[in-house]
């Protein structure tokens, strides 16, 4: 039986480096790349020169890729970095005639079957009530990252991004979303990670006990 997750969230919330820290250590478990940097190493200029067919790039090749694995695995866990939701995410801040021809397509291919949604997702989100850390400062140094967002205006980016991604989920029906708030720092993406692969590991352990877990993420503050 396969379990499909994905790890959404804002640039530079550690989307990556919680995945990095999960393969490997789960047994079963099969890792999505972030689509949007294979299709920058297949297609170099368009973040630069053409950021919508980019865009639309990354959602041709996020599809692919789902359906591919979906298709070749028959047992274990899925893991996505970004997937569909986070496409849709950027196409409605930065281009909604485009948003609106991916959500269409999005919605018949689960409809149809042909896509599989997901079975939950990991919402990555950030506490800045402290400022841009080190950490952050050091991410968003990333070549991709400002050709594709307003690095300098991060909070923004942050906000902006959660609130359409709220607006993408709600048009789709029982959509398994799971917030985690983390301090962007070494010791806050840590404890993150740890309760991650716990739950991932516990394979879908009742939100009670996760929620309960959740409050020693901001241990300390």
């Known amino acids: 039986m396969i379990k499909k997750v994905c790890i959404s969230g804002p640039a530079a919330s550690g989307k990556t480096f919680c995945i990095e820290n999960l393969d490997g250590q789960l047994p079963g478990l099969t890792v999505l ?7 920058a190493e297949m297609y170099p200029e368009l973040p630069t020169q ?7 790039k990354i959602c041709e090749f996020q599809r692919q890729r789902e359906t591919v694995a979906e298709n070749l695995i ?11 939701f986070d496409n849709l995410v950027f196409l409605l801040l930065q281009d909604k005639n485009q ?13 149809d079957g042909v896509l599989r949604p997901y079975d939950y997702i ?7 009530l402290n400022g841009i850390t080190p ?18 205006n991060y909070a923004k980016h942050v906000i902006d991004f959660r609130n359409a991604f709220i607006e993408v989920t709600s048009y789709f029906r029982n959509i398994k979303v799971i917030p985690v708030v983390a301090k962007p720092d ?11 692969k716990d739950y991932i590991s516990s394979n879908i352990n009742p ?4 929620a309960d877990k959740l409050r020693y993420i901001f241990k300390g503050a």
Do not use: M, P, Q, W
Not at 50 to 56: G, S, T
Not at 145 to 150: P, V, Y
């Open 33 to 39: 790349s972030e689509s949007s940097r294979k299709v």
């Open 50 to 56: 053409n950021i919508n067919k980019f865009r639309e």
């Open 74 to 84: 028959s047992d274990g866990i899925i893991v996505c970095d970004r997937g569909v």
């Open 99 to 111: 948003f609106y021809k991916e959500l269409s397509l999005i919605i018949s291919l689960y409809k």
């Open 122 to 128: 990991f919402y990555f989100d950030i506490d800045l």
């Open 135 to 152: 950490l952050l400062k050091k991410s968003l140094e990333d070549t991709l990252r400002k050709a594709t967002i307003n690095v300098n």
């Open 186 to 196: 070494e010791e806050g993406f840590d404890l993150r990670n740890s309760l991650v």
């Open 207 to 210: 939100v009670v006990h996760f």
